[in-house]
Each structure stands twice: as structure tokens, then as C-alpha cells.
């Protein structure tokens, strides 16, 4: 197993309490690995500090061999993208605008807006279907709409690793489902990898080459999702009596939650 991005021995809080403890994580490359677990489990906390937005308490997190927090902000932002859970844009920035930002990490003094950048913009509008959104203002904008143009600005930036911290909040199930499969096409037409936190489990199972489950800040069980998802796991991590059967469309593990309450007539 290959891995640019893995975390040693790592812990990570929040002034001085210890969410992650001792965790040890390699993305394999080329995945699309979901975190899984209930909440206050520590998938965010992971990926913030996966993000290098969370310095360890101990451990250390390694992009492409050498310790992330090491290393410059700019450099790792041409390597590493990411898609937090919650952001806040300019007042009365348009959407062109805001995505633009995502060539950041590409410009200098000496580089300053090029073709190359407006063919990333112009190309992730396009696939995050925000094309005809460009010229409009960013907060006149849905929750669902918002989040695709936070995914374009993401996409802009055109790295190799793109993290993505429940990407699929604000959005119906069909632009869930358009979301998903885009980060599937990334892996598989772009070779991108991708570590995302998701809340549906179904919907992890079915997209993920990849699932992390985590509980009380460590990780249970990893691996294949047909490998490791099994009622015991479920309840384990969830507290939750199910039966896992096949999924008929995407044969992948599918979670049927047992009724816990008797039903009346």
C-alpha cells in the first residue's frame, strides 16, 4: 500500500482535550476513502488534522514523506485541497470570483492570472454544474448551490489530494448523488484521492474504495467496505441493531436498520 498523505501516532484536541488518541492512518493513493462514525467520534477532528488546520498534540501528520506542518502553506496547498464543513465568503463576491480563489496557492509575484488559471476556474465550474452561476453574487445563493461553488473553488486548486469535510451537508439526495459521483470520477478519470467525512453510511459504503470507522476518537475497523461492514460493526460504532444486505444496484454493503419499538397498529 502506497500513501502520500498518513498520520503516526497521532493525537489531536481542542484546547488541551483530546479528541483523536494515538491514531495511526495510511490513504492508500488513488482512493476514495470515507470517514464514518457517530458524531463526537473524531472524523472531523481527523481531518482538520489531516488539513493541517489542527497541529497534533503528538504524532505527526506526513505529506509525501516529510511532516505536513513542516512544511510551507502554499506548497502543501498545491498538493492538498480541501473542502471544510463550514466557510464564510466576502460580502457581495461573485462566484467567478470566489472560485478564482482557488488559484491562490499558484500565484506569486513573479505569476501573476494566466490562460492556465482561468481554464482551472472555468473548468470547475463546469463540473460542479456552477457555470451559469459565475456572475452571480455568492450569498443570493441556495445552501445546496453554495456548497457546489465551495467544491469548484476546491476543484480550482487543482491538487492531487482533495479533503472534504461532509460534503453532501445542504444538499437533496439527487445532488448528493451528483456530488458523489463527481468525486468518483475524479478518482477514477484523474487519479485524484480523496478522504471525505460522511454522515450517510449507505452512501459511504456504496462510493468509498476505502472506509475508516471511527469511535471515541480511534479507528475500529478499515478497509473494503464489503469487507468490513457487517451488523456487528454497525452496532458497534452506531449503537445501532441492523441487517446488512446487498444493495441491488451497486452491489454494496446495505444498512437496514432493525425496529428497536414496537410498532402499533
Sequence with gaps: MTARLRADHVALGYDGKRIVHDLDLTVPDGSFTAIVGANGSGKSTLLRGL??????????????????????SK?????????????????????????????????????????????????????????ELAGRAFDELSGGQ???????????????????????TYLDIAHQIEMLDLCARLRTERNATLVAVLHDLNLAARYATHLVAMKDGAIVAEGDPR????????????????????????????????FTLERKP
Excluded at 146 to 168: C, F, G, K, N, S
Design 51 to 72: 488539513a493541517r488546520l489542527l497541529k497534533p498534540q503528538g504524532g505527526t501528520v506526513l505529506l509525501d514523506g516529510k511532516a505536513i506542518h513542516d512544511q510551507p
Design 75 to 131: 506548497e502543501v496547498a498545491r498538493r492538498l485541497g480541501l473542502l471544510p464543513q463550514s466557510q464564510a465568503a466576502p460580502d457581495a463576491i461573485s462566484v467567478a470570483d470566489l472560485v478564482a480563489r482557488g488559484r491562490y496557492p499558484h500565484q506569486s509575484l513573479l505569476r501573476q492570472w494566466s490562460p492556465a488559471d482561468q481554464a482551472a476556474v472555468t473548468a470547475a465550474l463546469e463540473l460542479t454544474g456552477t457555470a
Design 146 to 168: 453554495r456548497q457546489r461553488v465551495w467544491l469548484a473553488m476546491a476543484l480550482a486548486q487543482e491538487t492531487d489530494i482533495l479533503l472534504l469535510d461532509e460534503p453532501t
Design 227 to 258: 469487507s468490513i461492514i457487517t451488523p456487528e460493526l454497525i452496532e458497534k460504532v452506531f449503537g445501532l441493531p441492523c441487517r446488512v444486505i446487498t444493495d441491488p444496484e451497486s452491489q454494496t454493503p446495505l444498512v437496514i436498520p432493525r
